[in-house]
């Protein structure tokens, strides 16, 4: 059973199989009659005329022929993908049958060449008109017939060489004369003109009878089976059985002079006479040998007359024995075959001419020369050739991304071109590389995308190596005068009030009790202390907000001097100590306190909460000296303490959060003494969970200079909160007013932008 | 666990001392070994203090050797920080051996040098702070801008001395404002810490979490 190998994996398939059932690509050729509006200039026109092309039948109905032969000739056909061994007997039928065919055609195509040159479009015939792209017109002949070599692509003939496959000499004829067969009858009036149709004028009104060209088409079908026969050494993989060719050896004297024709073929191409070799004039069908051709010169029919033009000189040249031809001749070597894929196009060109010459077309001749060149030199691998292009089916795709609607992806390069859902490829993959250092064996083989991707990435890797100054952004100058403007006048306006201004009068200010309930807490706290109570004050602020702790905390801590209370410092910061030896001579002369006596600085306190609650469990351990080395707790500030529960108030002056949620968590306990607090005003959210808590964590707090105020005001005794007071309100005045005008300033130009639809911008 | 030997000793002994000082909350039979530990605690955190100073002379006495940018600002503070350093060695072997009045010097530092640097740029950020409160609604125009604008208006009004006679509804709006929203804020605050602090002392004496290393 015959198999079709797919020309895309190699693998076989039933014959009966149009489509790889391993890769899904066509086996057989398209042969439907494309839409009739498909618009020709969509169409790829062939490199050359090298793809075989079923004229469409509804265009001309004369050319049902090559239906006929198609039908003969399917099994054949067929062969030509599947090589199988060489018949010992090759079939002369096949050959007479064939010169047959030739006779009775070109009968028919004096018929219809007369027809055609009436008037059919554009001066051209139909079968022409086909070739010159029309898109629709199916492929009829999928297989390499008469491939260019360059663009033969490489698969193909590895192909060849893997699978082991050599082309029979029947084949090889098969796919020579395939072609030939189906151009025959379909010669045009100018059938020079067939090879370059966009080049060639429309043809002539005066043209010389077509009688002439067909019997040239027939002649050249002889001369490229004598130069089949004549083959050079076949590529790799490629290899003859002389043993199977007796009788194409015989006729091949002949071919020799058309080894040396194909060198001249450019110049005799107009000079050329009519010739023919012996054996073809002479097959008939039943001969086996050359002699019983000569027999029967009188039995060529009419049709074939034309190969009278054989002369007896050209018989005496067939004659001839290799050694008995020229020197520069190399000898004929019947057991090579020639390679089909390895014509150049020129030659294709130039078989196609002699098509329709009575000489041997070129191509045979040539054989031995075009076999003489590397293949892999005129080979690019890139590119397909015409045919294998025409093998695609036909798909009208305008999105170049290979996407239809249906978001099929469809291959758009390479040979998978045209078949949908597979996966998409880099389009520039199988293109080649630009230059030539890129094709080097040595050198990575990139895509062009792929080298402008590899230079864009160098190009951001060099740029970021490059040191680049980093330039700030100037501030406008509408920027810089607002701040100045804002530094200005809080500078003049309190320093204004500090100088001619002064302070408040007690009780000037109506104040809630619920808003400074902690500062009235706080306050009866340390009003219910005796003379010479132990109290724990512990300065835990930064020297920062030394401004706002003095004004604040002045009026408790003299509070609690004047309740004769002994205060013992203690600081969880390293500055802690300094800043209450500083708070107590900037803010409590008067009361004139001695360390050692009236109060004692501990000191500081490492270790965070670790340290508070060591302090907490045995104070006398943990911090046994005061600040000036001396013995803290025998000194009359710690007389009779031994631990924590021992102080009468403890009292954490801080502006951190989370420095008094430390001091709440280790040492505040329900055996504890009271716990007050100062702290900033910015604290007193955090601190008031503290305080509205049952039992109270915190027994009482006073937060910022207005809780300072208030806890003068209840007190009774003026101090630094009343005398910062009206500087102070005028601070807060300025602010307020500054950022309201200020912000409400920026809110309209910024809404008055965004209604205008711009963006950006600064003060104006 | 993937514990080297040194790094299964370490995290022993931070399990070890965590358990025993969590413990010590709820036995009173092992407060006196939690309070070595502490005590052991407290000095190495003073230690820790110390060795962040040598560190961080280190660091600016490499930025000079390499004579980067900026590397005037570490010039200064190398020598402030060994003037500093020099005084108050000097201010502790007087108050110490000699019986003299207690840190004079070094209190003249940080009363005339200290103090006033760090109040003046307490000042400065005053400053910078009411431009950022002008420029609010310069950057970002919406809801929570304007509701935060004029909170910030609201509370600066109501610390004000005007008696709230004359502004009763802003000193009841700035109550609620304290006593309600920033109230609860606080707390909201506060319990999240402690559900933190909570976990990250599971982690630690659990193991999972050592950031002592190992």
Same mark, same amino acid.
């Given at each position: 059973m015959a198999e079709l190998i797919c020309q895309m994996c190699g693998k076989p398939n039933p014959k009966d199989q149009e489509v790889c059932r391993h890769c899904g690509a066509r086996l057989t050729p398209l042969e439907a009659a494309p839409p009739e509006d498909t618009p020709r200039e969509n169409a790829e026109l062939p490199s050359s005329f090298e793809v075989p092309v079923?004229? !469409?039948?509804?265009?001309? !109905?004369?050319?049902?022929?090559?239906?006929?032969l198609r039908e003969e000739d399917s099994d054949e056909q067929t062969g030509r993908i599947i090589p199988e061994p060489l018949d010992d007997e090759f079939e002369e039928d096949e050959e007479t049958d064939w010169l047959e065919r030739i006779q009775r055609l070109n009968t028919e195509q004096e018929e219809d060449l007369s027809v055609e040159d009436q008037g059919s479009e554009g001066d051209f015939p139909s079968w022409m008109t086909a070739e010159l792209g029309d898109p629709g017109v199916p492929e009829s002949e999928p297989a390499a017939e008469e491939p260019s070599e360059p663009d033969l692509p490489e698969w193909l003939q590895v192909r060849t060489d893997e699978l082991g496959l050599e082309p029979s000499p029947a084949e090889e004829r098969e796919q020579f004369f395939g072609p030939e067969q189906e151009r025959e009858p379909e010669p045009g009036p100018e059938p020079d003109a067939v090879p370059e149709p966009e080049r060639k004028p429309a043809p002539e009104p005066d043209q010389p009878p077509l009688e002439e060209p067909v019997q040239e088409e027939l002649s050249d079908g002889e001369e490229r089976l004598d130069r089949f026969q004549e083959t050079p050494e076949a590529p790799e993989g490629i290899q003859t059985e002389p043993a199977d060719r007796d009788e194409l050896e015989k006729p091949a004297p002949p071919l020799d002079e058309e080894q040396d024709s194909a060198a001249r073929e450019q110049e005799e191409i107009p000079e050329r006479t009519s010739r023919f070799p012996s054996w073809a004039s002479k097959i008939q069908p039943g001969q086996e040998s050359p002699q019983d051709w000569e027999d029967e010169d009188e039995d060529i029919p009419e049709d074939l007359q034309f190969l009278a033009g054989f002369t007896a000189e050209d018989e005496d040249r067939v004659d001839k024995k290799p050694a008995e031809l020229p020197a520069e001749e190399p000898p004929r070597q019947p057991e090579r075959t020639v390679d089909p894929f390895a014509m150049e196009e020129e030659e294709e060109e130039e078989l196609f001419d002699d098509l329709f010459e009575e000489d041997l077309p070129s191509w045979l001749t040539s054989a031995v020369d075009l076999a003489d060149q590397p293949a892999e030199e005129t080979i690019s691998p890139g590119d397909l050739p015409g045919w294998v292009e025409a093998m695609?089916?036909?798909?009208?795709?305008?999105?170049?991304?290979?996407?239809?609607?249906?978001?099929?992806? %469809?291959?758009?390069? =390479?040979?998978?071109?045209? %078949?949908?859902?597979?996966?998409?490829?880099?389009?520039?993959?199988?293109?080649?590389?630009? *230059?030539?250092?890129?094709?080097?064996?040595?050198?990575?083989?990139?895509?062009?995308?792929?080298?402008?991707?590899?230079? $864009?990435?160098?190009?951001?890797?060099?740029?970021?190596?490059?040191?680049?100054?980093?330039?700030?952004?100037?501030?406008? /100058?509408?920027?810089?005068?607002?701040?100045?403007?804002?530094?200005?006048?809080? %500078?003049?306006?309190?320093?204004?009030?500090?100088?001619?201004?002064? =302070?408040?009068?007690?009780?000037?200010?109506?104040?809630?009790?619920?808003?400074?309930?902690?500062?009235?807490?706080?306050?009866? %706290?340390?009003? *219910?202390? *005796?003379?010479?109570?132990?109290? $724990?004050?512990?300065?835990?602020?930064?020297?920062?907000?030394?401004?706002?702790?003095?004004?604040?905390?002045?009026?408790?801590?003299?509070?609690?001097?004047?309740?004769?209370?002994?205060?013992?410092?203690?600081?969880?910061?390293?500055?802690? /100590?300094?800043?209450?030896?500083?708070?107590?001579?900037?803010?409590?002369?008067?009361?004139?306190?001695?360390?050692?006596?009236?109060?004692?600085?501990?000191?500081?306190?490492?270790?965070? =909460?670790?340290?508070?609650?060591?302090?907490?469990?045995?104070?006398?351990?943990?911090?046994?000296?005061a600040f000036d080395g001396s013995n803290a707790w025998d000194s009359p500030p710690l007389e009779g303490v031994e631990s924590i529960n021992d102080f009468s108030l403890i009292l954490i002056l801080t502006e951190d959060p989370t420095t008094a949620k430390l001091w709440v968590e280790q040492v505040q306990t329900a055996s504890t003494p009271p716990m007050g607090m100062i702290v900033s005003a910015q604290a007193e959210p955090l601190i008031q969970p503290y305080f509205q808590t049952t039992p109270r964590q915190v027994s009482g707090y006073v937060a910022g200079i207005l809780g300072g105020y208030a806890y003068e005001n209840l007190s009774g005794e003026p101090h630094l909160a009343h005398a910062a007071w009206l500087p102070f309100n005028t601070g807060i005045l300025i602010t307020a007013s500054v950022i309201f005008i200020g912000g409400l300033a920026n809110g309209i130009l910024t809404l008055y932008r965004r209604q205008r639809g711009t963006e950006g911008g600064d003060y104006s | 666990m993937n514990l080297k030997f040194r790094a299964l000793i370490s995290t022993a002994i931070v399990i070890g001392v965590g358990v025993i000082v969590l413990a010590g909350y709820f036995l009173p039979a092992i407060t006196a070994v939690r309070f070595i530990l502490l005590r052991a605690g407290l000095v190495l955190a003073a230690v820790a203090l110390l060795v962040g100073i040598i560190n961080l002379v280190g660091i600016h006495l490499r930025k000079l050797s390499s004579d980067q940018s900026n590397s005037g600002y570490s010039l200064i503070l190398v020598i402030a920080l060994t003037i500093t350093l020099i005084v108050g060695a000097a201010d502790m072997f007087q108050t110490y051996m000699f019986g003299k009045p207690n840190f004079q010097m070094i209190k003249w530092v940080f009363t005339y040098i200290h103090l006033p640097i760090e109040t003046s740029l307490m000042a400065v950020t005053a400053v910078s702070l009411i431009y950022a409160a002008a420029y609010i609604l310069r950057e970002r125009l919406n809801v929570f801008s304007i509701i935060f604008f004029f909170v910030i208006i609201l509370v600066l009004l109501t610390s004000f001395s005007i008696s709230s006679n004359l502004l009763p509804i802003l000193q009841s709006a700035r109550n609620w404002i304290v006593g309600v929203p920033a109230l609860a804020g606080g707390r909201g605050l506060l319990i999240g810490v402690a559900l933190g602090s909570i976990a990250t002392g599971l982690r630690i004496l659990t193991g999972i979490d050592r950031p002592y290393g190992g």
């Open positions: 079923q004229p !469409d039948p509804g265009e001309d !109905d004369d050319l049902s022929w090559l239906d006929e695609r089916p036909v798909v009208e795709q305008t999105d170049p991304t290979g996407y239809s609607d249906e978001e099929e992806y %469809i291959e758009n390069y =390479g040979p998978l071109a045209g %078949i949908s859902n597979i996966l998409p490829a880099e389009p520039d993959i199988e293109t080649a590389p630009e *230059d030539d250092k890129a094709q080097s064996s040595m050198s990575l083989s990139v895509s062009k995308t792929q080298r402008d991707y590899a230079e $864009l990435l160098e190009k951001v890797i060099a740029r970021e190596s490059k040191v680049r100054a980093v330039t700030e952004p100037e501030a406008l /100058p509408t920027q810089r005068i607002l701040r100045w403007l804002i530094t200005l006048v809080l %500078i003049l306006s309190l320093s204004a009030v500090i100088i001619f201004g002064g =302070g408040s009068e007690q009780g000037e200010a109506a104040f809630q009790a619920e808003r400074f309930a902690g500062a009235t807490a706080l306050h009866e %706290i340390i009003g *219910d202390l *005796d003379q010479a109570d132990p109290v $724990l004050v512990a300065f835990d602020y930064q020297p920062a907000l030394a401004g706002e702790f003095h004004y604040t905390a002045s009026g408790v801590i003299d509070h609690l001097m004047s309740r004769g209370a002994y205060l013992s410092f203690v600081s969880t910061q390293a500055t802690g /100590p300094t800043l209450a030896e500083y708070f107590l001579q900037s803010t409590q002369e008067k009361h004139d306190y001695t360390h050692g006596l009236q109060y004692l600085n501990l000191g500081y306190l490492p270790g965070g =909460g670790a340290g508070l609650l060591s302090f907490s469990i045995a104070p006398q351990t943990i911090i046994p000296l | -």
